[in-house]
């Protein structure tokens, strides 16, 4: 039966402490818990058996429980049991009240979900330590439940801002197939994907240690360094380098990024692979065999100082290849018995599906493996189509200059003209030490723009300075023939002959200057490149403009991209006229 406020003992309504649940088929022990709980400050509901206990538990949720063992209906054991799984999340001390002195059978208790015994007939000085006791400990999970809902939905709110500054701007995704199953709120696995200024896809699977906020800590920084340098038009290479140095001095000593990355040619006819710790990068052929492994060569970022200089390895691609990137979370997901999911039955999807279908068949049977299995790590996969749907036209993203008539390069340079204004100049000279090892194509875009506005125009003079730089370093410096591109499958071995090459070169020098002009009111700017070299015949030089193969086509989309072009000198000189819209 339940007491009113009326029938208590006075009490300082100031000291109120709860409602307590006394159950106890003695009247007698009944009444005595009643006395002195009601002294403490409780409202007291009573219950003669466990059946009642239940219903008054469901009824009046109660801060505290006194059960007795052996009642009728139901005893003791089972009651608390039953209300232990109604708790939830909320800790309801159980004090069991018990006569029997055999350990196994406290024990029992205790395995039923009881929180401390007292043995009858028991002291009331011991009851309110107990009481005391248990009250410090349930006022402390509510804190603690209180603070843990807080932190929860913080970290809801900064999962959300993560995923929206990690994942912003990932494009293609549309065509990627991607896998991201997060162990807890916060992943620490991080895919980016990015294009270059000129149309090559990057993308990068990373995994940090461990996963949760601590793991996901580097993702901003990370994504910020791979976003501004792709944009800049930086190699996977340089990206990788500064990604290390970066983390290396962010994260803490046991903490680092296992790397996956990716670079593919904006025609899709190649990629550059890097593997710095996870597992291997697999190749698949357009008939769903596997072309290739590329395991991890490389150490993780942020553990060395420097990343060792090992270039990416080169892949040729085919319409209907594909490339899997994946974290270990994925091999080693676990069942019931601690099995792990494991690369043979991975591969055994990669094998048997579709490109389209890869992901959907591999996360169904990575649920029906598990079989509610807790996930105990992070789990993403990425898997890339090497379709025509990849392929960026870099003519769709280009604006064209309008090509006066009036005007030659040579009367560009003539600064007497009354109409001429010369705004800067500005030139320097990259020598073979530095050729080896500097792109410096990302270094004029950004000192050009420390003195122009030039986000409009920033993908047409990234392959104007793009071109041709490469085109003074790989056919002026290192003599490469072109046509070795011809042949697809000529990629590689071009690659291989331009590594050989620049390691052995000792002597070499490219000049670059860039001068800015307005003429007729019209913004101009010229640049001229020229390379120690041999340089081109005539022959050699139409020829190349009348090119229509994979070798020389961006001299021709330089000459659609500028007013003028004209080579110079042996042929080892080239000025472009560029006009500001």
Not at 131 to 152: P, S, Y
Request: with cysteine; glycine share 6%; hydrophobic share 40%.
């Amino acid at each position: 039966m339940s007491n009113s406020a009326a029938e208590k003992l006075p009490v300082d309504m100031t000291e109120f402490k709860g409602k307590a649940l006394v159950v106890d088929d003695e009247p007698t022990n009944r009444l005595i818990l009643q006395a002195h709980l009601s002294k403490q400050g409780y409202d007291i509901i009573l219950a003669v058996n466990g059946v009642e206990a239940v219903e008054k538990f469901r009824q009046e949720s109660p801060d505290i429980i006194f059960m007795d063992v052996m009642m009728p209906e139901m005893d003791g054991y089972e009651a608390t049991m039953r209300i232990k799984s109604l708790c939830g999340d909320r800790f309801v001390p159980v004090i069991f009240l018990t006569a029997i002195t055999d350990e196994d059978e406290l024990a029992r208790c205790v395995a039923a979900g009881g929180d401390d015994f007292l043995t009858k007939p028991f002291s009331h000085t011991l009851l309110k330590a107990k009481v005391d006791a248990l009250e410090r400990v349930r006022d402390l999970h509510r804190e603690v439940t209180k603070h843990h809902a807080q932190i929860l939905r913080d970290e809801e709110i900064a999962e959300q801002l993560f995923s929206d500054v990690v994942m912003v701007d990932n494009v293609e995704l549309d065509n990627l197939h991607v896998m991201l199953r997060p162990a807890v709120t916060f992943s620490g696995d991080i895919l980016m994907s990015a294009r270059s200024p000129s149309g090559e896809l990057y993308v990068i699977l990373g995994d940090f240690t461990g996963h949760g906020l601590v793991a996901a800590i580097g993702a901003l920084p990370t994504a910020e360094v791979f976003r501004a340098m792709t944009k800049k038009g930086f190699t996977l290479s340089k990206i990788l380098k500064e990604l290390n140095r970066k983390l290396e001095y962010l994260l803490p000593g046991d903490k680092f990024l296992a790397v996956g990355a990716i670079s593919i040619a904006a025609d899709v006819r190649s990629a550059k692979i890097w593997n710095g710790g996870i597992p291997s990068i697999i190749h698949l052929n357009a008939q769903h065999e596997i072309s290739g492994y590329f395991p991890a060569t490389h150490l993780a970022l942020g553990i060395m100082d420097e990343i060792d200089g090992e270039k990416p390895l080169h892949v040729d691609l085919r319409e209907g290849d594909a490339l899997v990137m994946y974290t270990d979370g994925v091999i080693e997901a676990c069942d019931t018995n601690k099995n792990m999911y494991g690369e043979k039955r991975l591969e055994e999807h990669l094998l048997n599906s579709e490109t389209d279908e890869i992901l959907i068949n591999i996360e169904k049977d990575l649920i029906s493996f598990t079989d509610g299995h807790a996930q105990d790590d992070d789990i993403s996969m990425v898997v890339i189509p090497c379709t025509n749907n990849l392929i960026v036209e870099e003519k769709d993203n280009l604006v064209r200059n309008i090509t006066p008539d009036k005007y030659s390069v040579a009367h560009f340079s003539a600064s007497t003209d009354e109409n001429f204004s010369l705004e800067w100049q500005w030139e320097f000279n990259v020598h073979a030490a530095s050729l080896k090892k500097v792109d410096p194509v990302p270094v004029l875009l950004s000192q050009i723009q420390e003195l122009e506005d030039i986000h409009e125009h920033r993908q047409n003079l990234f392959m104007i300075f793009s071109e041709l730089f490469n085109n003074a370093l790989d056919h002026g410096v290192l003599k490469l023939d072109s046509k070795i591109k011809s042949d697809p499958d000529g990629f590689t071995e071009y690659l291989e002959q331009r590594e050989q090459r620049l390691d052995a070169l000792t002597d070499a020098m490219i000049e670059i200057s860039l001068e800015k002009f307005i003429l007729d009111n019209i913004e101009y700017l010229k640049i001229r490149i020229k390379d120690s070299g041999d340089g081109f015949s005539s022959v050699d030089i139409q020829n190349l403009d009348e090119n229509k193969k994979l070798s020389g086509r961006g001299i021709n989309l330089v000459k659609e991209l500028c007013c003028q072009m004209e080579y110079q000198g042996k042929g080892n000189e080239v000025e472009v006229v560029y006009q500001f819209s």
